[in-house]
């Protein structure tokens, strides 16, 4: 995380997935600052994995967004529960992917916080393509 102004993107996941996409994202669309993720390891201290996604969390700029793999796993409880219990503000979206990182990604420069988590949750439903539909539309009668 180096640019100060910027929001920020934390990725939670189960295992190495937060890693990997943004890695992908990066293959696509170069450095990507302030994006971050945190994986939770099989038989990690849930108290330590707690401490760093909060302090990570604490520590992105203003604006900053959370994407979680999955509602109701260990990261999202893990943050949500201390984020409810502290009235703190978290503006997040489950289900993150390729294409809700790097619309993200785009985004935050021109929006951030509950209207980038917006903005994503419109794209997530886009960036959903029933192939079998789609090679039918292409095919001419």
């Not at 190495?16 to 994006?35: D, L, Q, R, T």
């Not at 939770?40 to 604006?63: F, R, S």
Request: aromatic letters at 6%.
């Amino acid at each position: 995380m180096n640019e100060k102004n910027i929001p920020g993107i934390l990725i939670l996941s189960h295992g190495p997935f937060c890693e990997a996409v943004i890695e992908s994202a990066k293959m696509i669309a170069g450095e990507m600052e302030n994006v971050v993720g945190i994986p939770l390891e099989a038989g990690c201290d849930m108290e330590e994995y707690a401490a760093k996604v909060i302090n990570t969390y604490q520590a992105l700029p203003k604006g900053s967004i959370v994407l979680f793999d999955l509602q109701s796993g260990t990261p999202f409880n893990q943050l949500v529960s201390y984020c409810a219990g502290n009235e703190v503000p978290l503006d997040a979206l489950c289900g993150v992917n390729l294409p809700i990182l790097l619309e993200a990604w785009t985004l935050r420069n021109s929006v951030s916080g509950s209207e980038l988590v917006k903005a994503l949750e419109n794209a997530g439903h886009e960036s959903l393509v029933n192939v079998t539909e789609y090679i039918k539309a292409l095919q001419i009668d």
